[in-house]
């Protein structure tokens, strides 16, 4: 399909390729899908395009670029709510 961003043009967006946030964002929670991609004239950054308003775009840069050594931290709850399996307790915990 193709959408028109009114930030960064017609896409072509593959179905498959959305971003689904269950609860939306914080600030715009009636949001929910949501495109993840790289401009060609601004390397290094990304654009999360909302494919629910066509004005609504954020622009965000990489954790990793800045601290190549980052690593994501995602607590129990928010991980069942995307529909993946708790991780094992562990005595370090």
Known sequence: MTFASAHLGNIEVDESSAI????????????????LMQHPANEGL????????????????????????????IPDEDLELLGYPQ???????
């Open 87 to 93: 991780r094992p307790l562990s005595c370090d915990r």
């Open 46 to 73: 990304v654009f999360l395009q909302s494919l629910e308003t066509p004005d609504l775009c954020f622009l965000a840069l990489p954790a990793r670029s800045i601290r190549s050594d980052y690593q994501l931290a």
């Open 20 to 35: 689904e946030f269950p609860r939306g964002l914080p600030g715009f929670e009636e949001r929910h899908r949501f495109l």
